[in-house]
């Protein structure tokens, strides 16, 4: 896939959102957003006020731009509490590579403000993000036709294969992965596919400071958003993303509702020791190597509990 090495310059950018919004982004000043991961990002301000973040992805794909355009009208339809887009332009009218843009809500990530969250805000915001996640895990999504189980399955014996390769599991080590899951296996069948973030670290989780303190606002980056099981996203929040703010645990699952029966509890299981796998590989490919580390220190630990 061709990697875009060149962004937009700020010009191009406010001559292009000009004449996709018919003129409603007229006059914009442009500045660079660098908290862009996979965009190349900037502010859009109004001579009203009014802000907006034009996205290009990295790696243009036409097929994944279109895919998260339909995303996001579900999105809106239900009501998730996510940045919508506003304007888009897939087949290069203005521009001559892909972009969207979409509402800019102001706040900080909960991974830069975690610091600041006292108690109550805690209480607060564990609350409000169980109701969101809840609403998102709601929508229908069925991203192919193939069974939840027959993909995990695929997916699971894949990542540990890979997880070889890399060496973060030996031989003896890879056959107790795959018994374990053996074992569990069964619980898969019959999962219905619900719409899952895929990456909810904290990150990911738009907070606004209010007259009454810290607030949950939106979920960001659906770019690996997909239909799942929906347990997935919370084995990973409720392990690796509520643990840094351990007030938020409890208001978060009173909110959110889950019932944890003994397939349900069979399928954390397994979910849990299949994100240190795919976190592995995936934090490798991206070079993230602290990343990297903290799956393979849980995995360790997660084996040495076998």
């Not at 108690?119 to 809840?134: A, M, Y």
């Not at 976190?279 to 630990?301: A, H, K, M, P, T």
């Amino acid at each position: 896939m061709r990697i875009l090495t060149v962004p937009p310059s700020q010009d191009e950018v406010a001559r292009a959102a000009d004449e996709i919004s018919g003129g409603a982004l007229r006059s914009v000043r442009v500045e660079l957003w660098p908290r862009g991961r996979s965009h190349h990002a900037y502010v859009l301000t109004t001579p009203t006020g009014e802000q907006f973040l034009f996205k290009v992805h990295r790696r243009p794909h036409a097929g994944r731009m279109r895919r998260f355009l339909h995303l996001a009208e579900l999105l809106a339809a239900r009501d998730v509490p996510h940045a919508a887009v506003r304007w888009h332009d897939v087949e290069r009218r203005t521009l001559e590579v892909p972009y969207y843009i979409q509402d800019f809500i102001a706040g900080e990530d909960a991974a830069r403000s975690s610091g600041s969250l006292s108690f109550t805000d805690q209480h607060r915001v564990g609350t409000e993000l169980g109701v969101g996640l809840r609403t998102m895990h709601r929508v229908e999504y069925v991203d192919t036709p193939m069974p939840w189980a027959t993909e995990l399955d695929d997916r699971l014996r894949t990542r540990a294969a890979e997880c070889r390769f890399l060496d973060a599991l030996d031989q003896e080590s890879n056959a107790t992965v795959i018994s374990f899951y053996e074992e569990r296996r069964e619980s898969l069948e019959g999962v219905e596919r619900r719409l899952t973030h895929d990456d909810l670290n904290l990150a990911n989780l738009l907070l606004q400071r209010r007259g009454d303190g810290w607030h949950f606002a939106a979920f960001l980056d659906f770019e690996r958003a997909r239909g799942r099981d929906p347990l997935l996203d919370l084995v990973r929040l409720q392990s690796w993303t509520l643990p840094a703010l351990p007030a938020m645990g409890a208001p978060f699952a009173d909110a959110y509702a889950h019932v944890a029966d003994e397939p349900a509890r069979a399928r954390a299981e397994i979910y849990e020791v299949y994100l240190l796998l795919a976190g592995i590989v995936w934090y490798r490919q991206n070079e993230l190597g602290e990343r990297e580390r903290f799956c393979r220190d849980r995995l360790v630990e997660w084996l040495r509990a076998r």
